[in-house]
């Protein structure tokens, strides 16, 4: 049922031990968990962390950060509303609320701060300035204007092949603002949705297969620091370590060679992570 899948804490956490699962027995030793139900990844992370558990190494970011009716909200009230401290969706509307929002995943254990469109300046750059201040990276998921602002932000990381201008590639690369490409998952996207997003109030844009590998190009073109993902979300995950290997196949289609890819998923992302030191 809905309240089983949006609020149950008890279902989100043997979820992510199932998921964890597959990662480990697909070779995949660290994650970067970009949005979980409340609590649920923090307490994944200490059981496996005390070695209670099975896993691979968690950096966990708990709720995404969006604005009202923003990414992940679509149709899906039941996430936001109304214990929103058992969700995976924090909704937060003027710069005090996205604050507020950050200090909450900081409290609960978060590695990492995600944030999501839509957003007004201000709040994102007060979701931004809180979280550096308390010495978590920021990355976000967003597209088109919500880059730039988010560029202007001093964001950390981009998600996802989004559209985005040449002038924002390049103050990437100038700024060192990383970017996780995730060419394989927006494939599955365009293939679900007949050609792109649909029913989405955050994804208004024109996409397809050959642009997101097309933004690939463009980001390797020009310097952009870029690591491997997967966004493996639903029941994505069964299908490891196939997304993992067609994924680095996609570095290879915009020119990286097999050495290149590897790096790209292994010191790259310690980087990303800032745990190259380890």
């Known amino acids: 049922s809905p309240e089983t899948t949006s609020l ?25 968990d970009v949005g979980s139900h409340g609590m649920a990844p923090f307490i994944l992370k200490k059981y496996i962390n005390e070695g209670d558990i099975p896993g691979p190494r968690i950096f966990a970011a708990g ?37 507020e929002a950050v200090r909450h995943q900081f409290k609960n254990g978060a590695d990492v701060i995600k944030l999501a469109s839509h957003y007004a300046p201000e709040e994102i750059q007060a979701a931004i300035d809180e979280a550096h201040h308390l010495g978590l990276r920021v990355t976000v998921d967003a597209e088109t204007q919500y880059i730039d602002m988010a560029i202007d932000a001093s964001v950390d990381s981009i998600e996802h092949p989004m559209p985005r201008s040449d002038k924002a590639i390049r103050l990437m690369q100038k700024n060192n603002i990383a970017a996780i490409p995730t060419i394989w998952i927006l494939n599955q996207v365009i293939d679900w949705g007949k050609g792109g997003y649909w029913g989405s109030t955050s994804r208004r844009f024109t996409t397809s297969k050959q642009r997101s590998l ?18 493996l979300v639903l029941t994505l995950y069964k299908m490891l370590p196939t997304p993992y290997i067609e994924e680095l196949k996609n570095f290879q289609a915009v020119g990286y060679s097999v050495e290149e890819a590897l790096v790209a998923a292994t010191k790259t992302n310690a980087e990303i992570l800032g745990m190259d030191d380890k």
């Not at 709720?63 to 039941?78: A, F, K, N, P, R």
């Not at 463009?218 to 870029?226: C, E, R, S």
Request: proline share 2%; aromatic share 6%; charged share 25%.
């Open 63 to 99: 709720q995404i950060i969006v604005g009202q009716g923003g990414h992940s909200t679509e149709g899906y009230g039941l996430k936001t509303a109304p214990a929103y401290k058992n969700t995976m969706i924090r909704e937060a509307s003027g710069p005090d609320d996205w604050r």
């Open 214 to 231: 097309a933004m690939l190009q463009k980001l390797k073109d020009a310097g952009v620091k870029i690591g491997v993902g997967t966004d």
């Open 8 to 32: 149950s804490q008890a279902d989100a956490a043997l979820r992510g031990v199932e998921r964890l699962r597959y990662y480990l027995e697909s070779g995949v030793t660290t994650v970067r």
